[in-house]
T-cell receptor, first 111, second 117 residues
Framework: RKEVEQDPGPFNVPEGATVAFNCTYSNSASQSFFWYRQDCRKEPKLLMSVYSSGNEDGRFTAQLNRASQYISLLIRDSKLSDSATYLCVVKKMDSSYKLIFGSGTRLLVRP | DAGVIQSPRHEVTEMGQEVTLRCKPISGHDYLFWYRQTMMRGLELLIYFNNNVPIDDSGMPEDRFSAKMPNASFSTLKIQPSEPRDSAVYFC???????????????FGDGTRLSIL
């Protein structure tokens, strides 16, 4: 079983739609959580960190459920420019600085 | 500011050849990471360095792979001999220690697209 699992998608939604992605992680010792965005043929870039209390950045809302070991990302009023692959990332609570990446969920926003 | 710089951007070579990928981290960053990305396995950490010292190479697939960081501004990932299954995008990333502790991002280079024929 992979340490971080995501639905690969693609999620195909119209502009203006609300879309949500989930991610599950297997290691309960995971400490920190992130969503990265990767455009086609580009490098991954940090979208937002995920905090236990939930956090929002404009149209993006991230939630963490430690008891169920899952992380979610909600995108409201989706734009064409949101089309990308969204990578769920976890960091363990140890002395290493290793990030464990999910395989990503692909989002296609159509006009 | 210059970001993480990788070279070459693309490499096509025949199996059995030696391949060397290069990375220049962001100036002042003391952590450097090498990743490999494939459709099947996603983004995998191969090795990372702190202050030029390899800390964890448990992700290096086999002895054909080696990585060095001779100084704070340069690292190489070498594959010898290369095989078709090594075809992937190889990313280098760098970060400050304090940035890692505060959950700031790793900064990725543009990647090297490697094709082994």
């Amino acid at each position: 079983r992979k340490e971080v699992e995501q639905d690969p998608g693609p999620f195909n939604v119209p502009e203006g739609a609300t879309v949500a992605f989930n991610c599950t992680y297997s290691n309960s010792a995971s400490q920190s959580f992130f969503w990265y965005r990767q455009d086609c043929r580009k490098e991954p870039k940090l979208l937002m960190s995920v905090y236990s209390s939930g956090n929002e950045d404009g149209r993006f809302t991230a939630q963490l459920n430690r008891a169920s070991q899952y992380i979610s990302l909600l995108i409201r009023d989706s734009k064409l420019s949101d089309s990308a692959t969204y990578l769920c990332v976890v960091k363990k609570m140890d002395s290493s600085y290793k990030l464990i990446f999910g395989s990503g969920t692909r989002l296609l926003v159509r006009p | 500011d210059a970001g993480v710089i990788q070279s070459p951007r693309h490499e096509v070579t025949e199996m059995g050849q030696e391949v060397t990928l290069r990375c220049k981290p962001i100036s002042g960053h003391d952590y450097l990471f090498w990743y490999r990305q494939t459709m099947m396995r996603g983004l995998e950490l191969l090795i990372y360095f702190n202050n030029n010292v390899p800390i964890d190479d448990s992700g290096m697939p086999e002895d054909r792979f080696s990585a060095k960081m001779p100084n704070a501004s340069f690292s190489t990932l070498k594959i010898q001999p290369s095989e078709p299954r090594d075809s992937a995008v190889y990313f280098c990333a760098s970060s400050f220690r304090t940035a890692i502790l505060s959950n700031q991002p790793q900064h990725f280079g543009d990647g090297t697209r490697l094709s082994i024929l």
